[in-house]
């Protein structure tokens, strides 16, 4: 349990909401998504001395929460001996000065937090281009009317990443550095794109796993591949992406992909930031929607990963829906259908049924087969390399041996020239 003695060390803030009837449904905040704040708050290093929610019709133009509120906010942070305050709301430049005006400390938003983190978790090269392309693009329009609150120095949650130099002194700068990091990542798209179109060329299909933070995403990988990534149970504890080769069957060979955590009210930013990770979405085959079945909010969290599926995600990509932790919860909590699959990544429960499923869902029949082609038909291997998977070719006194993974078209044409089924 932690001492009150590691309490004091940390920053301790006040979580503030506001539940406004203007507000869209993904921009208002509610005790729910305060709770995942304050969940937010400890990945970040941080520790809660309490929540304020306020219901208004509409934010106030100047203190957002409206001033009483606002007063009732600093009455707490003083009380608390807090040294920051949390909104769950994205606020602008002058909300935000307004606040500090008021409070008297250091304001965040959640957007703010979840960059703080991602800077935090970042540990590849990608993966920092990323998220300081992700913080340049939050602070650009908030330099006006921000006074010093950018200048904040000296460590501790919100001045991780760009927020060691003085970005209200320059904005030339930022934007140049803005465009000097998109060019960067413009790079490592078409690194990726040469070994998308390799992986293409050999047929090798991709499977993303997708999920909302903290749903089990890599301790799935880890389970399936061994890959050995760092899997603790805390938001966004792997940012950078891993890719790897898992054998579901004597047909089929995948590259799976982890992906970054999805959550509610995601930074627009780091959407577009991440672009060169996300992507892999849209090139995917097939996508593992990790649900965490034990969630008490796993309904909204999945209607939070479909919606982002939808805008990223090919369209009529199959999706199948993974409900990991299904040993903490009874059968009959999980639906049941052709692409539900309840597991346990944790223990190995449900690993079988799961590479079923993938097999079902990207085999489509596919046949694992010795192909004898005659030498007058030598170009067809070339056929066969671009547009199937080429396990090993042997010339042989009878023809051209090719081991391959066919599907059902080029089965079909190569049916008379099959020598062995594997």
């Given at each position: 349990m932690e001492s009150n003695f590691e309490k004091q060390v940390q920053e301790r803030a006040v979580l503030v909401g506001l539940n406004a009837d203007t507000f869209k449904q993904d921009q208002t905040a509610t005790d729910e998504t305060l709770e995942e704040l304050e969940a937010l708050l400890e990945t970040a290093g941080g520790f809660c001395t309490g929540k304020v929610l306020q219901n208004r019709h509409a934010p106030d133009s100047h203190s957002f929460i409206g001033e009483g509120k606002a007063l009732e906010v600093?009455?707490?942070v003083e009380a608390t001996e807090s040294?920051?305050?949390?909104?769950?709301?994205?606020?602008?430049?002058?909300?935000?000065?307004?606040?500090?005006?008021?409070l008297g400390v250091t304001v965040l938003d959640r957007s703010a937090l979840i960059l703080d983190i991602f800077a935090q978790r970042a540990k590849t090269r990608e993966g920092r281009l990323q998220v300081e392309l992700a913080q340049y693009k939050y602070l650009l329009p908030r330099l006006s009317g921000m006074g010093t609150s950018l200048s904040r120095q000296g460590g501790g949650i919100g001045t991780r990443g760009p927020g060691e130099t003085k970005l209200e002194s320059d904005r030339r700068h930022i934007r140049e550095r803005i465009h000097r990091l998109e060019n960067e990542l413009d790079q490592v798209r078409q690194v990726r794109a040469v070994q998308r179109q390799r992986r293409m060329k050999n047929s090798v299909p991709v499977v993303a796993i997708v999920g909302y933070t903290n749903a089990g995403k890599?301790?799935?990988?880890?389970?399936l591949t061994e890959a050995g990534i760092p899997a603790n149970n805390r938001l966004f504890d792997t940012l950078d992406t891993t890719s790897r080769q898992l054998h579901v069957s004597d047909n089929l060979d995948v590259v799976l992909s982890d992906t970054v955590g999805f959550i509610a009210k995601l930074p627009h930013h780091l959407v577009d930031a991440f672009h060169a990770t996300l992507e892999e979405l849209e090139y995917a085959d097939l996508l593992l929607h990790v649900i965490d079945a034990a969630d008490p909010n796993r309904e909204q969290h999945i209607q939070?990963?479909?919606?982002l599926i939808d805008k990223l995600a090919k369209p009529g990509t199959p999706v199948l829906q993974c409900y990991n932790k299904a040993d903490l919860v009874s059968r009959e909590d999980i639906p049941v259908g052709e692409d539900v699959v309840a597991m346990s990544a944790r223990n190995g429960q449900g690993m079988d049924a799961l590479l079923k499923a993938i097999e079902n869902a990207l085999g489509h029949s596919r046949h694992h087969v010795v192909v004898t082609l005659p030498y007058s038909m030598g170009g067809m291997v070339d056929t066969l390399h671009s547009s199937a998977q080429v396990l090993n070719v042997d010339y042989t006194a009878e023809g051209i041996a090719v081991e391959t993974i066919l599907d059902p078209i080029l089965y079909g044409k190569l049916k008379d020239y099959i020598t062995k089924e594997c």
């Amino acid at each position: 349990m932690e001492s009150n003695f590691e309490k004091q060390v940390q920053e301790r803030a006040v979580l503030v909401g506001l539940n406004a009837d203007t507000f869209k449904q993904d921009q208002t905040a509610t005790d729910e998504t305060l709770e995942e704040l304050e969940a937010l708050l400890e990945t970040a290093g941080g520790f809660c001395t309490g929540k304020v929610l306020q219901n208004r019709h509409a934010p106030d133009s100047h203190s957002f929460i409206g001033e009483g509120k606002a007063l009732e906010v600093k009455m707490l942070v003083e009380a608390t001996e807090s040294t920051m305050a949390i909104f769950d709301n994205e606020l602008s430049a002058g909300h935000i000065r307004a606040l500090e005006e008021i409070l008297g400390v250091t304001v965040l938003d959640r957007s703010a937090l979840i960059l703080d983190i991602f800077a935090q978790r970042a540990k590849t090269r990608e993966g920092r281009l990323q998220v300081e392309l992700a913080q340049y693009k939050y602070l650009l329009p908030r330099l006006s009317g921000m006074g010093t609150s950018l200048s904040r120095q000296g460590g501790g949650i919100g001045t991780r990443g760009p927020g060691e130099t003085k970005l209200e002194s320059d904005r030339r700068h930022i934007r140049e550095r803005i465009h000097r990091l998109e060019n960067e990542l413009d790079q490592v798209r078409q690194v990726r794109a040469v070994q998308r179109q390799r992986r293409m060329k050999n047929s090798v299909p991709v499977v993303a796993i997708v999920g909302y933070t903290n749903a089990g995403k890599s301790t799935l990988l880890n389970q399936l591949t061994e890959a050995g990534i760092p899997a603790n149970n805390r938001l966004f504890d792997t940012l950078d992406t891993t890719s790897r080769q898992l054998h579901v069957s004597d047909n089929l060979d995948v590259v799976l992909s982890d992906t970054v955590g999805f959550i509610a009210k995601l930074p627009h930013h780091l959407v577009d930031a991440f672009h060169a990770t996300l992507e892999e979405l849209e090139y995917a085959d097939l996508l593992l929607h990790v649900i965490d079945a034990a969630d008490p909010n796993r309904e909204q969290h999945i209607q939070v990963v479909e919606k982002l599926i939808d805008k990223l995600a090919k369209p009529g990509t199959p999706v199948l829906q993974c409900y990991n932790k299904a040993d903490l919860v009874s059968r009959e909590d999980i639906p049941v259908g052709e692409d539900v699959v309840a597991m346990s990544a944790r223990n190995g429960q449900g690993m079988d049924a799961l590479l079923k499923a993938i097999e079902n869902a990207l085999g489509h029949s596919r046949h694992h087969v010795v192909v004898t082609l005659p030498y007058s038909m030598g170009g067809m291997v070339d056929t066969l390399h671009s547009s199937a998977q080429v396990l090993n070719v042997d010339y042989t006194a009878e023809g051209i041996a090719v081991e391959t993974i066919l599907d059902p078209i080029l089965y079909g044409k190569l049916k008379d020239y099959i020598t062995k089924e594997c």
